[in-house]
């Protein structure tokens, strides 16, 4: 149980520094307060009190509700209005509010206070009977919805065929008679569907939605977010109290939500939406579109708040030097701000605003680095549309979210994820998301909406997630019913496959090529300030002179895995290596290994080329040789007229190298001691391509790495062959390149005899996929298919071959880190595992003093920022 003093905070005594009690919406509510801005009063209960009440039964602790009832005290003072009085009634909003943002994923409840005796004194004291029964009507709504689990659109029947009775199209055009006649019928599905009437003590309404919010914390969509975004689970969330005010009271009466500058493009100048006579939750639910912030300006009713908003907003992003998320309701025009907060942003939003912010002195260049995280600058590296590709879309909407992803539709979040799981990409169309479509969401490639705005659920999601957006597609038509969507004449159906480019807006059908960005500009920038900072050095697995120069466009300082087997699938290759596989005789084998030689060779002058100046680790022949040969019958067949020989040499040869567990059988350095010749072949490859390089003035560093050793006598066997290549070829040309010979350690015997393999070896790197495999006794082939069911439950708290697990596979690479250095102190250690350019394990790997850690190329961007942060210590943000 937790115990605590205080339970509740009025916003006066608060301060941004409060996060960890008062959640995030309510410190900045308290420092807004604080510094002087027209905030309504209210109050906080805190982090504490949620997790007291789930860990108590869900009981509020002792003291909750006498200090709820003192806040309460302390509105009513302050607005001259009490709570439940039926001539001039205060009402309150109750809002969720956890540490980290969360945008959409907990609760809300809005104009809580009003009953049958209330709402007539609100008309009476507005003169606006409309504006009353509207707000009552939301109250009913958005209770029975979040309170006690009524299905929305029982409420949003009603509501349409008000509307069509009337013959309008928008909430707001429906007259009060009608609202009037809507509050009964929505009593009356509470009725039907709770089991109870809806609660006319507006104590009891308060009581039950700070339950409400506090049980939000633990919603299906909320869990779903903290495990995309690593946020504990045991936090719980804030509840803000506060008193309403309302931009439904007319022509002059607005809501709104803006950001400091544009979250798509980073571009500085106030960027939103506003609804004029409306309330907070139309603007993020999508149902109205927005009018874009500007347009305020135009309106003489709204100027005067507009400019006030402007002078706010340019307050907010100095006092908190960085770009801010706002809303804001307009009441008879009068600006109140009801929150600021870190505004979420795509990836290249991030990079520009924090390049930005560093030339206009806002922050320092370290701050910048730490201000951007790895996963926004992935989010840089996403496919574009292909620029030759001149077709033209179906349709445009909102590019809300950047990247281009293709798919096939669906129309329904947990179909959506049913689909992805089984390897389907999915483009998930809604006519306007929810939160309780997260799921869907995060499963699918993109997402598509027919309503909503750049503010809109989808669009601040799909941006935290970095999924590509395209939202406010008026021209589709949706029919969940039928399963498809209609733009015109044209007919998309379930399973249909489109293209969304969330960068420019535009819905294409069938699949569009599509190309990888280029890096440059401030992105270039911010990473070179990661450069200065960091310590680790930063390679690139790659296996062709193409992917070599790709990883140096994007900063790779070096190769830290090139698997030569990649080398031998394609084209003639494979079939020399099958030549290979099947000779009878150690002659027939070396005449087959000629062959392949000069391709090596031409492979690794280029990439030597590529990577001038910087070391390339070279593995030699790692997968078993049963991957090189034909599996079906028909393959067998083609492979043995290809060869000239007897389909049964093939079929005995695949018999003879079946394996019950081919990952941990015939392969890596066995293959090279059981047939020398296979390492001598690569060696030669290597050492003619270095020595050709040099003589045109090339500098090169080759680092040839022998796999899964578990003993240092089968490195010094290995060792004693590339080690006589060397000096016959060195001797033949007149001159030496240095090189190195080091290995990988896979497995965990390797690990813990590392003081003895380090006599022979001059490098560690790290493979941590095998083992990750070799630790845990998991497949990474097979336990896909548990793997998920061990996050969700706890079990695990990360797939371990996406994450580095630290107390075993951590614990093992320090092991080995200590015993290797014992022996040869100068050793060279590195990563290569697919962990390389995971940020987490990049941490961890600066923390246990490696010297470079090695990703694909498309992800060295990553682990360069990574790597900075690491060295600048991790910070704590708004995730």
Same mark, same amino acid.
């Given at each position: 149980m937790v115990i605590a003093t205080q339970w509740v905070y009025r916003f006066r005594d608060g301060n941004a520094q409060m996060r960890d009690l008062l959640g995030g919406k309510g410190a900045n509510l308290a420092e807004m307060t604080r510094i002087g801005l027209p905030v309504p009063p209210g109050f906080t209960i805190t982090t504490q009190a949620c997790v007291a009440f789930l860990e108590g039964g869900r009981q509020f602790p002792e003291g909750l509700w006498d200090e709820v009832l003192e806040g309460l005290r302390d509105i009513e003072q302050q607005m001259g209005r009490r709570f439940g009085d039926a001539r001039d009634p205060l009402l309150v909003s109750v809002r969720s509010g956890a540490k980290f943002s969360m945008p959409g994923m907990m609760d809300t409840i809005l104009n809580l206070g009003l009953n049958d005796q209330t709402v007539e004194g609100l008309a009476a004291r507005t003169g606006d009977q409309r504006f009353a029964f509207d707000c009552y009507r939301r109250l009913i709504q958005m209770f029975g919805k979040v309170v006690l689990d009524i299905d929305a659109e029982l409420f949003e029947d009603v509501i349409d065929e008000h509307k069509r009775e009337l013959g309008i199209q928008h909430d707001h055009e429906i007259p009060a008679e009608h609202l009037q006649r809507m509050v009964e019928e929505f009593k009356a599905i509470v009725e039907r569907k709770a089991g109870r009437s809806f609660p006319q003590d507006c104590h009891e309404q308060l009581r039950l939605a700070i339950i409400a919010v506090f049980d939000s914390w633990n919603n299906r969509r909320a869990i779903d977010y903290r495990n995309a975004h690593g946020i504990p689970h045991n936090l719980g969330t804030a509840v803000n109290v506060q008193a309403m005010v309302f931009g439904n009271m007319g022509p002059d009466s607005a809501t709104g939500v803006a950001f400091t500058r544009n979250p798509s493009t980073g571009e500085k100048g106030i960027f939103g939406e506003y609804l004029i006579n409306a309330q907070g939750e139309d603007v993020v639910a999508g149902i109205r579109t927005p009018q874009p912030i500007h347009a305020m300006r135009d309106d003489p009713l709204l100027r005067p708040a507009y400019e006030q908003l402007l002078e706010v907003a340019e307050r907010l992003e100095r006092h908190y030097r960085d770009m801010q998320d706002?809303?804001?309701?307009?009441?008879?025009?009068?600006?109140?701000?009801?929150?600021?907060?870190?505004?979420?942003?795509?990836?290249?939003?991030?990079?520009?605003?924090?390049?930005?912010?560093?030339?206009?002195?806002?922050?320092?260049?370290?701050?910048?680095?730490?201000?951007?995280?790895?996963?926004?600058?992935?989010?840089?590296?996403?496919?574009?549309?292909?620029?030759?590709?001149?077709?033209?879309?179906?349709?445009?909407?909102?590019?809300?979210?950047?990247?281009?992803?293709?798919?096939?539709?669906?129309?329904?979040? #947990?179909?959506?994820?049913?689909?992805?799981? =089984?390897?389907? @990409?999915?483009?998930?169309? +809604?006519?306007?998301?929810? @939160?309780?479509?997260?799921?869907?969401?995060?499963?699918? /490639?993109?997402?598509?909406?027919?309503?909503?705005?750049?503010?809109s659920h989808a669009a601040v999601v799909a941006r935290g997630i970095g999924k590509p957006a395209v939202v406010g597609c008026s021209a589709l038509e949706v029919d969940y019913e039928r399963q498809e969507f209609r733009v015109d004449s044209t007919v998309v159906r379930k399973g249909d496959f489109i293209t969304v480019d969330g960068s420019t807006g535009a819905v294409m059908l069938g699949q569009i090529p599509t190309v990888a960005p280029a890096v440059g500009g401030d992105l270039s920038v911010l990473l070179s300030w990661a450069d200065e900072i960091r310590r680790l050095g930063v390679r690139a697995n790659a296996d062709t002179p193409e992917d070599a120069a790709k990883a140096r466009e994007l900063g790779a300082e070096g190769i830290g895995l090139c698997r030569t087997e990649h080398m031998f699938f394609q084209g003639d290759r494979i079939t020399a290596m099958r030549e290979m596989i099947l000779a009878q005789t150690v002659e027939e084998r070396r005449a087959a290994l000629a062959k392949?030689?000069?391709?090596?060779?031409?492979?690794?002058?280029?990439?030597?080329?590529?990577?001038?100046?910087?070391?390339?680790?070279?593995?030699?022949?790692? !997968?078993?040789?049963?991957?090189?040969?034909?599996?079906?019958?028909?393959?067998?067949? &083609?492979?043995?007229? *290809?060869?000239?020989?007897?389909?049964?040499?093939?079929?005995?040869?695949?018999?003879?190298?079946?394996?019950?567990? !081919?990952?941990?059988?015939?392969?890596? $350095?066995?293959?090279?001691?059981?047939?020398?010749?296979?390492?001598?072949?690569?060696?030669?490859?290597?050492?003619?391509?270095?020595?050709? $390089?040099?003589?045109?003035?090339?500098?090169?560093?080759?680092?040839?790495?022998? !796999?899964?050793?578990?003993?240092?006598?089968?490195?010094?066997? /290995?060792?004693?062959? %590339?080690? =006589?290549?060397? +000096?016959?070829?060195?001797?033949?040309?007149?001159?030496?390149?240095?090189?190195?010979?080091?290995?990988? %350690?896979?497995?965990?015997?390797?690990?813990?005899?590392? *003081?003895?393999? &380090?006599?022979?070896?001059?490098?560690?790197?790290?493979?941590?996929?095998?083992?990750?495999?070799?630790?845990?006794?998991?497949?990474?082939? #097979?336990?896909?298919?548990?793997? !998920?069911?061990?996050?969700? /439950?706890?079990?695990?708290?990360?797939?371990?071959?996406?994450?580095?697990?630290?107390?075993?596979?951590?614990?093992?690479?320090?092991?080995?880190? #200590?015993?290797?250095?014992?022996?040869? @102190? #100068?050793?060279?250690?590195?990563? $290569?595992?697919?962990?390389?350019? *995971?940020?987490?394990?990049?941490?961890? $790997?600066?923390?246990?003093?490696?010297d470079y850690v090695s990703a694909s190329p498309y992800r060295v961007p990553v682990a360069r920022l990574a790597a900075a942060q690491a060295a600048l210590g991790e910070r704590e943000g708004d995730v």
């Open positions: 706002l809303e804001f309701t307009v009441e008879h025009g009068k600006l109140y701000m009801l929150q600021a907060r870190t505004g979420k942003r795509t990836g290249r939003a991030a990079v520009k605003i924090a390049v930005d912010m560093v030339r206009e002195g806002l922050i320092e260049p370290r701050e910048a680095v730490q201000r951007v995280s790895p996963d926004q600058v992935e989010q840089l590296l996403h496919p574009m549309i292909d620029l030759n590709w001149k077709g033209e879309p179906l349709a445009r909407g909102l590019p809300a979210s950047p990247g281009a992803a293709y798919g096939k539709v669906v129309f329904d979040a #947990d179909e959506a994820k049913a689909w992805a799981e =089984r390897g389907e @990409p999915v483009i998930l169309v +809604r006519l306007e998301t929810s @939160p309780d479509d997260f799921h869907g969401m995060l499963a699918a /490639q993109a997402v598509l909406t027919a309503r909503g705005g750049m503010t392949l030689e000069p391709m090596q060779r031409e492979d690794f002058i280029g990439i030597f080329k590529a990577m001038a100046g910087f070391p390339v680790t070279i593995r030699t022949l790692d !997968p078993p040789l049963h991957e090189f040969l034909p599996r079906s019958e028909e393959e067998i067949e &083609a492979v043995a007229r *290809d060869l000239g020989v007897s389909p049964d040499l093939i079929r005995a040869k695949v018999e003879a190298l079946h394996e019950a567990n !081919p990952m941990l059988g015939h392969r890596g $350095c066995r293959l090279g001691i059981t047939a020398p010749e296979i390492t001598e072949m690569q060696a030669r490859a290597i050492f003619s391509a270095a020595l050709h $390089c040099a003589a045109e003035g090339i500098e090169v560093h080759p680092e040839i790495m022998i !796999p899964l050793v578990a003993d240092v006598q089968e490195l010094r066997r /290995q060792r004693e062959v %590339i080690d =006589r290549v060397a +000096r016959e070829l060195f001797a033949e040309a007149g001159r030496e390149i240095p090189y190195s010979v080091g290995t990988m %350690i896979e497995l965990p015997r390797a690990a813990l005899t590392a *003081d003895e393999i &380090a006599q022979e070896a001059e490098f560690f790197s790290f493979g941590t996929n095998d083992l990750t495999q070799t630790t845990f006794g998991l497949s990474r082939d #097979d336990s896909g298919r548990f793997l !998920p069911f061990y996050i969700e /439950q706890g079990i695990f708290p990360a797939d371990p071959f996406q994450t580095l697990d630290r107390k075993g596979v951590g614990r093992l690479i320090e092991i080995a880190r #200590d015993g290797g250095r014992s022996t040869r @102190p #100068d050793l060279k250690l590195g990563i $290569c595992g697919e962990h390389g350019g *995971d940020p987490k394990s990049v941490w961890f $790997c600066h923390g246990a003093g490696l």
